[in-house]
């Protein structure tokens, strides 16, 4: 193990390439001949993102948000706050918001309610991660989902903890005694 903190490997680097192409393939499908926005928000989807949409061949155009969750003792309550918005204008475009991991739904609720008021032709989310046992906002429009994963802390691929583990190749479940040295902070 490369890392003494990661307790199992999940996904290996070939489960994630072969999957992201997979996806990249529907998409394609899905969206040719339309006028695609992919955006995505900062900073845990930047791999999947850059690897997903390397592997489309429509064509395409990519846009960031940087938001801050509030994650205070009492649980995620999917209150965000937008640090840095997109620059596209999303009127009338069909718009796939693309993200690393969906756990309780609830920042990706909030994203699409701010999305949906700038009047896109069609909005829908594209996740690599779904911890669905999680969920607590049920009615996300998820048209692309890489892989469904237990209710476990996972790094790796762009997924943090505490800011680190991002550059693991992987996806990795993160040491249980490991975690509970400190409170983690999202
Ligand atoms: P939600 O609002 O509960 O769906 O929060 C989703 C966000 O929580 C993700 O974008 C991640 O930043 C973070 N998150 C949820 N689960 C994990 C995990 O297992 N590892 C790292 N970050 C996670
Ligand atoms: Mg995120």
Redesign the pocket.
Known sequence: MATPEISQVLLTEEQIRARVRDLAEEIDRDYAGCDLLVVS?LK?AFYFLADLTRAMRIQVAIDFMAIS?YRGGKG?S?AVRLIKDLDEDLTGRHVLLV??????????SYLLRTLQARDPADLAICTLLD?TA?RIAHTLPIRYRGFEVPD????GYG???RQFHRNLPYIGVIRDDFLRREPAS?
């Open positions: 928000v845990g969750s995620p999917g993200e690393d991991i969906i756990d309780t739904g609830l920042t990706a911890k999680r476990l802390f996972l790094v997924l943090d903890y999202s």
